[in-house]
């Protein structure tokens, strides 16, 4: 039987499963990540689909009628990319993850990475849900794509693992048919793992690797096939052959001529270029926050892409409620707001928190779920009484955000080392207090911002961090548009706190010009009738659409 072909592969995978090893898709593993863990004889299968997808096909094909599934890696690439093939091996069962070469294919401009990244996920996902990625390496490049993720966060992309970055390489073997070649990988320029490889290595040719299996002094393993190297046919295998020892061959000569990088052992996903952060990066930012599409607006982006930074996250209810106050109390204080405020100003909050809950729930992509799944704690507290003061001591934290109706205490505040930050959805300090969306519409105002500060005890008048970009408001703009661009522009400025939380140093700030003051509260009849005057409805049909779009797809971008 020749070497390299699908019968071969066949062979060798049909090996596995009948020495008892668990081959498993990649997404498995990282939802089960502390089940396989404890396991042995686990074999993280993977297909990195380089050319020929007809080829990973006919291997998708084989071991599905082997009851074998595992991951395909595509290029989005001419002639790779091929969706009809696509869709095809993920209904065998297979995993499809994305092949990304963004950093060889922009020259090393990060920039341009980040946009081929995205372009190549977003068209992968138009075919199949994607979780797993994969790194190609490409010869003829002195750029490791690997690399990107210095920079980025799998979070970021809405990704579980990498298969290079995210696996202990101590616990798996690292098996790839790279160079034709089983055994040490002489001719490899990219396809490299750090640590973990020492001990038993098998010999060049597929039989000895077979041998080894079943033989079991293989334990638990990430097993790499190129499908365009395991041909059906003799006249396909013959060019394959040629192909691989022409590749060989200028492989050989590049390493003779060119100093290759590394990855180093000790790489952090996101740790920065070059960069081990992992020892200085720790949690330390808590976020207070009230269920609703404000909430979700303003933290989602920030807890998907930066979970390692995150305590907990912590609910309460979108009432200030004191802590001894009873439930009638609460009920005649929620009645006092109600009088207080214009029929349009409860229909607004009705719909971005009662009608967006209701969606969230339903789709389960509130808050909460998204940071369970990024692996953030999430706790809920009815007021802030004792038990949550002593839990905020216990827990100490260099920086707080609250997006909740309470106004801090002094006690509260000082358990963050750095500080407390509040978003406020207007110009400090000309408009504090509430409902400023409609205040802003009834005055006028030609253009707003939204505000990060300091949070002393004290409505709105803390230390001034950094404002948004200005918020042009046009004519027949709705107070729900208003208030969403506020909250959409904010991420910006939170992505900037990052360094801070980092160093744990306090974000600088600028106090407030106590002469430009002005407060205002729940906005009345009064100021409805002179919004809706001017023009400017509460919400429209398109903005239910995209509440109900937010809610559904659970990201903001």
């Not at 009948?18 to 593993?29: A, G, M, S, V």
């Not at 074999?43 to 007809?54: A, E, K, N, Q, T």
């Not at 590749?247 to 100093?259: A, Q």
């Not at 930012?285 to 907990?312: A, T």
Request: charged content about 25%.
């Amino acid at each position: 039987m020749r070497d390299f072909s699908l019968q071969k592969l066949q062979e060798l995978l049909t090996a596995f499963r009948d020495k008892q090893y668990t081959l498993i898709r990649f997404d498995r593993y990282w939802d089960e990540r502390e089940l396989y863990d404890k396991r042995d004889k686990v074999i993280l299968l993977r297909h990195d689909v380089d050319r020929w997808p007809g080829r990973a096909l006919a291997v998708a094909e084989m071991e599905a009628k082997n009851n074998i599934r595992g991951t395909y890696f595509f290029r989005v690439k001419p002639g790779i990319f091929n969706p009809g093939i696509i869709k095809k091996i993920a209904d065998c069962g297979h995993e499809i993850g994305y092949h990304y070469e963004c950093m060889s294919d922009a020259g090393g401009d990060w920039e341009k990475a980040r946009v081929l990244f995205e372009k190549g996920l977003n068209q992968l996902r138009g075919i199949v849900p994607v979780v797993s990625v994969s790194m190609h390496g490409n010869v003829l490049s002195s750029q490791d794509n690997r690399f990107f993720f210095k920079r980025h966060t799998l979070e970021e992309f809405r990704l579980k693992g990498a298969a290079y970055l995210s696996l202990d390489f101590s616990r798996f073997f690292y098996l790839a048919d790279s160079g034709r070649d089983w055994s040490a990988q002489r001719r490899v320029i990219w396809d490299q793992v750090a640590g973990g490889q020492d001990g038993f290595m098998p010999g060049r040719s597929t039989s000895s690797l077979v041998d080894a299996i079943r033989q079991e002094r293989i334990n638990n393993a990430q097993l790499l096939i190129h499908p365009n190297r395991w041909p059906a046919t003799r006249g396909a295998w013959v060019c394959q052959f040629l192909e691989d020892n022409a590749i060989n061959m200028l492989k050989g000569f590049i390493l003779s001529c060119r100093k290759v990088t590394r990855v180093p052992e000790d790489f952090q996903i996101g740790g920065g270029e070059g960069e081990n952060v992992n020892k200085k990066m720790s949690k330390n930012v808590i976020i207070l926050y009230s269920p609703g599409l404000g909430s979700f607006v303003l933290y989602s982006r920030f807890i998907r892409s930066y979970p390692h930074l995150i305590k907990c996250i912590v609910a309460f209810p979108n009432v200030a409620i004191s802590p001894k106050a009873s439930r009638g109390r609460v009920f005649v204080q929620i009645l006092h707001v109600i009088r207080k405020s214009a029929p349009s100003y409860i229909l607004f909050h009705g719909l971005t928190k009662s009608f967006y809950n209701l969606l969230a729930t339903l789709f389960r992509t509130r808050l909460k779920d998204i940071a369970r799944s990024a692996g953030v704690p999430v706790r809920s507290y009815r007021s802030m009484d004792e038990r949550f003061l002593e839990d905020m001591k216990s827990l100490q934290s260099d920086f707080i955000f609250n997006n909740t109706p309470n106004i801090l205490t002094k006690e509260i505040i000082a358990t963050a080392g750095q500080g407390v930050i509040n978003f406020h959805g207007a110009p400090l300090p000309a408009y504090r207090g509430a409902g400023n969306y409609f205040w802003l519409l009834f005055n006028g105002e030609p253009r707003s911002r939204g505000t990060w500060h300091y949070v002393n005890e004290q409505l709105d008048a803390g230390d001034i961090i950094i404002s948004t970009e200005d918020i042009v408001i046009e004519e027949r703009m709705t107070v729900f548009q208003l208030w969403l661009q506020t909250r959409l522009k904010a991420h910006d400025g939170l992505k900037g706190f990052v360094p801070y939380f980092l160093d744990r140093q306090r974000i600088p700030a600028t106090p407030q010009d106590d002469r430009e003051v002005s407060v205002r509260s729940f906005p009345g009849p009064e100021v409805s009738r002179g919004v809706r005057q001017k023009g400017h409805a509460v919400a429209d049909g398109k903005d239910f659409l995209q509440i109900i779009r937010l809610a559904k797809t659970g990201h903001v971008d």
